[in-house]
């Protein structure tokens, strides 16, 4: 009987104690990882249960809004999970033989909790051959092919992503040529874990080849009495007898789409309705209001600087038929938003921004081929404090190419322009400009060099206005190979501007035998963008950004060529440590003796104010994202605009540093970003002598990434 009570008492504080220790809870404060030297620490906190508490702000921001997290505490029962997933995701980079063991060390008097993982990688495995399965039945051309897409890559680490993106090839390669209904089987893999190898089988079951019986609609919402068949097939452009092809149905329905007739488009097969080897398709769309009439909030990044302002959209679709679709806006933004909300008039004095007015006309085929087609005719008006006011008007027609499937490259327009362009120079525009060309070419002194120039612009200059019409020919195209469009973190970009001027003018001067007194000039301009795998993170991302331009005069005075065609650096978009189109070449290039109305022309827009004829740039920055939809960067710029090749030098690339802040909408990032100038080769003075506040800090509101 005592001995039965004795186990009692016993067992009564040894179940009291483990309830007590359940109760007491310890914030799991910090995941260690030791040994991970192939796959980073980010990759391996992303998948395993057990999570890092987050910071006491980020614990402060959520006591108050969804914005933040709560304390996470840690459990013991999940290391086993932890421990397995680390494996497994090891396994899945070809690491078959890792060991993985963990401890953890708990602080009582903080009532924290510290979680440490021991990795022993070991070698991993390669890939020694793949073996295909289910070819059989598949056309001779397309076993051929396929057979050699996945007997490449032998001889390098195994990884399951290899093995998904043969199969998502595959699969994708015959769905777009009849076969769609095949299937994936689990492949099978046998690993020889003495010679760390891996031999892979790789089967599909490819079923029947089919072809299209018929076609079939389906017409609902608002509007479908205005839409007919025949413009559906048309869009869709998938013939009966054809080959069914995954990708023209993808194709079919991005046509539909973009027309803006559809709240909603879909295109299916009719599996159950396939007779021998033919299957129908059914074209199911929901056709909106044929006229709308929507105001709009604008924010742009328009000459690298930030714009906000309203619009007002009139659309009238399927236009005379045939799917166009007209539109009439205008628009209004400022660049200084806040004097405008106090005095909201474009003719105010304070007001700088931009109104502008345009009617298009779009249709998505020209003479039968699908290439959508925009005609588009604009007024608008710019103002920009402190340098001038404008007025622009003129005419576009542009030709964006649907890209045939597999092509490298993903996009392609080309477009037509005709632009009158007027500027009004502001007379303490003109001051500064003549200021700086006394001092720097005539070698006076800055006091000397301001009377002299308030002289001139007073009483010696005949006009303060500047008006040509130029003709553009412009081709742009460009391939995007990142794996994300909004947020990229591996892969690279490429875009290409191609830009001819005032050749087809030049033409028609001669057959007519007309004066024509613009210059002739080819611009171009190279984007390039890389995301290399530094941080191998799908949160943290390493980007960078190389963009050279020149302007080539092949005819006639470079000077004349216009102020809004040439090439500048500096804004949001671009070097972040100075304001927009602050970074353009040093020297004036004119003597202003014996100064002709020619001579003016030329000066105000060969001037160190007014862009240069070559540009290069470039960007380094370090993204992080971090509770969910807030992120950081780090970044570094570089670059200039010059007149001249003989004025590009090391000592005159301009260098800015600075760090910014994002949120990450559903649709599209929002940023600001802080730079300072860390190298100005206008100011060579001491970063350290210079003050924050106007001559090193510029900051920028922007929407989307930098680049």
């Known amino acids: 009987m005592r001995l039965i009570l004795v186990k009692t008492i016993v067992l009564f504080f040894v179940i009291n104690s483990v309830s007590i220790s359940q109760e007491k809870k310890f914030e799991l404060t910090k995941i260690n990882f030791v040994g991970n030297n192939s796959i980073s620490t980010s990759n391996l906190l992303s998948i395993i249960y057990s999570k890092e508490s987050p910071n006491w702000v980020s614990q402060l921001l959520n006591k108050f809004s969804s914005i933040g997290g ?117 492949p099978l893999i046998t690993i020889d874990t003495i010679k760390n190898k891996v031999e892979i089988l790789l089967s599909y ?48 329905q991005v046509r539909l789409y973009r027309t803006n007739l559809f709240t909603s488009s879909i295109i299916n097969s009719i599996i159950s309705d396939t007779v021998g080897n033919t299957v129908p398709l059914n074209i199911n769309v929901d056709i909106g209001l044929m006229h709308e009439l929507s105001p709009e909030i604008i924010m742009n990044n328009e000459d690298n600087t930030f714009n ?32 405008f909300i106090k005095k909201p008039s474009f003719a105010d004095s304070s007001f700088y921004g931009y109104a502008d007015a345009r009617i298009s006309l779009e249709q998505p085929f020209i003479f039968g081929y699908p290439i959508s087609t925009k005609l588009e005719s604009y007024f608008t008006l710019q103002k920009r404090r402190n340098e001038y006011n404008s007025t622009l008007y003129g005419g576009k027609v542009s030709f964006d190419f649907e890209l045939p499937y597999n092509v490298y490259l993903n996009s392609l327009n080309m477009y037509f322009n005709v632009e009158h362009s007027e500027y009004l120079y502001k007379r303490e525009y003109l001051v500064n400009i003549a200021a700086n060309y006394f001092e720097l070419k005539e070698g006076l002194s800055l006091k000397t060099a301001d009377s002299l120039a308030n002289y001139f612009v007073d009483n010696q200059l005949k006009s303060r206005s500047f008006n040509s019409t130029n003709q ?33 003018a030049y033409l028609f001067s001669k057959i007519f035998n007309t004066n024509f007194e613009r210059p002739l000039s080819f611009k171009t301009i190279i984007t390039s963008t890389f995301y290399p795998q530094i941080y191998n993170s799908k949160t943290n991302v390493f980007g960078i950004k190389f963009k050279v331009g020149k ?26 440590g100075w304001g927009t189109r602050q970074l353009v070449p040093k020297n004036p290039l004119l003597n202003l003796t014996n100064i002709t109305q020619e001579d003016l022309d030329a000066f105000l827009i060969k001037g160190a104010v007014t862009g240069g004829f070559i540009l290069m740039e470039g960007s380094f920055e370090s993204r992080h994202k971090f509770l969910d939809k807030l992120g950081a960067v780090l970044f570094i710029d570089y670059g200039n605009t010059w007149n001249d090749y003989n004025e590009v030098r090391i000592d005159q ?35 350290f002598k210079k003050k924050i506040w106007g001559e090193l800090l510029q900051f920028h509101i922007g929407i989307g990434e930098a680049f």
Do not use: C
């Open 472 to 504: 553009l020919l412009g081709l742009n195209f460009g391939a995007n190979k990142t794996d994300d469009f909004l947020y990229p973190t591996n892969g690279y970009s490429l875009s290409f501007v191609l830009e001819e001027a005032n050749s087809i």
């Open 551 to 576: 302007i080539f005069t092949y005819r006639g005075n470079q000077a004349d060529i216009s102020i809004n065609q040439r090439l500048y650096a500096g804004g949001s978009n671009s070097i972040r």
């Open 653 to 687: 690339i301009a260098v800015a540093a600075g760090f910014g802040f994002r949120f990450y909408s559903d649709f599209i990032p929002f940023r600001i970003d802080f730079g300072f100038k860390a190298y100005d080769p206008q100011d060579q003075r001491s970063f």
């Open 70 to 186: 709560k304390p996470i505490y840690f459990d013991s029962l999940l290391i086993a999970s932890d421990i397995q997933a680390i494996k497994s995701y090891y396994q899945s980079k070809g690491y078959f033989k890792t060991k993985v063991k963990a401890n953890y060390v708990i602080n009582t008097k903080k009532n924290e909790a510290e979680l440490n993982f021991i990795i022993d990688e070991r070698e991993p495995a390669f890939i020694k051959s793949f073996m295909v399965k289910g070819f059989e039945w598949i056309a001779a051309e397309y076993r051929e092919y396929l057979l050699d897409y996945i007997q490449r890559d032998t001889n390098r680490v195994y990884e399951d992503a290899i093995i998904e993106q043969k199969n998502n090839y595959t699969l994708t390669y015959l769905r777009d040529r009849g076969y769609m209904l095949i299937k994936a089987e689990k």
């Open 205 to 252: 079951n490819a079923g029947k080849r089919y072809k299209i019986s018929n076609i079939f609609t389906t017409r609902t919402g608002k509007g479908f009495d205005k839409i007919d068949d025949e413009l559906l097939y048309e869009l869709v452009s998938i013939k009966p007898g054809s080959w069914y092809s995954h990708a023209d149905i993808q194709r079919g």
């Open 308 to 339: 906000l302002g309203t619009a007002l959209n009139f659309v009238r679709k399927n236009f005379l038929g045939g799917a166009r679709k007209l539109t009439a806006s205008t628009s209004i933004a400022a660049q200084n938003i806040s004097e």
